[in-house]
């Protein structure tokens, strides 16, 4: 069965204003399913709810999976609901931009961002022990990205909103080449980077709620479902 998208665009590397000459353009589509494929015997949940293709890079997430990832807070989906523009809209991804300071709550967020930021951190680390040529390009990616991650739990934590874009982009790509030139240097820098981010947390009360409103999330969900069921009758 076909799915219809809700909310779509350009995410990643691209959106983040880090792109090189050889990045992918990486696109997110969060799209319902027909509400009656929720009745049969291959309900389009867990593995079944993501359709991840190459060439182009387009990753899609059934609406019902995406949601739940947005209330833990997971980077890399939440991302979408924070994009200055959209390839796919409809009026009900409309809505859901509009409810996602709402959706999520700072303690899923501290856990989400530090812990991707800390799984960088680690093959940073991995990588500095073993450092290679083969690896250097891995891993000013994974430098710049430890960046990001703390900048944006930072942004989001104090201001309620999520800065998809990096201000001063130069700043992420000379953090990359100090770990590539000097990962020793680096790994200490990275290190530093995540204590000060906690701290800076620890120093604040977050702008975001608490917990994510889910009743709201459900709510949305819900009309969702029964938009997608009329159309089909």
Not at 94 to 103: D, M, N, P, T
Request: charged share 20%; with cysteine.
């Amino acid at each position: 069965m076909e799915w219809s998208p809700v909310l779509g665009g350009v995410v990643g590397s691209t959106a983040y204003g880090l792109a090189g000459p050889e990045s992918d353009v990486d696109r997110l589509v969060f799209a319902a399913a027909p509400t009656v494929a929720f009745h049969g015997f291959s309900m389009p949940v867990g593995r079944r709810a993501s359709r991840v293709s190459t060439s182009p890079d387009v990753t899609v997430h059934e609406v019902g999976k995406a949601l739940h990832l947005v209330l833990q807070a997971n980077p890399t989906v939440s991302e979408l609901l924070w994009l200055d523009e959209y390839e796919h809209q409809t009026e009900l991804g409309r809505e859901l931009v509009a409810i996602r300071g709402q959706l999520i709550g700072a303690h899923a967020a501290r856990d989400a961002y530090l812990g991707y930021a800390v799984s960088q951190f680690k093959r940073l680390k991995l990588r500095g022990e073993s450092f290679s040529s083969a690896t250097a390009g891995r891993t000013g990616k994974h430098a710049r990205h430890l960046m990001r991650l703390c900048t944006q739990i930072r942004d989001l934590w104090w201001s309620g909103t999520l800065s998809v874009r990096v201000d001063n982009p130069e700043r992420f790509h000379a953090f990359g080449r100090v770990m590539e030139d000097d990962p020793e240097q680096g790994v200490a820098m990275a290190e530093s980077m995540l204590s000060m981010t906690s701290m800076a947390l620890d120093s604040r009360t977050p702008a975001l709620p608490m917990e994510p409103n889910v009743a709201l999330a459900e709510d949305w969900l819900i009309r969702v479902r029964a938009h997608y069921f009329r159309e089909a009758a």
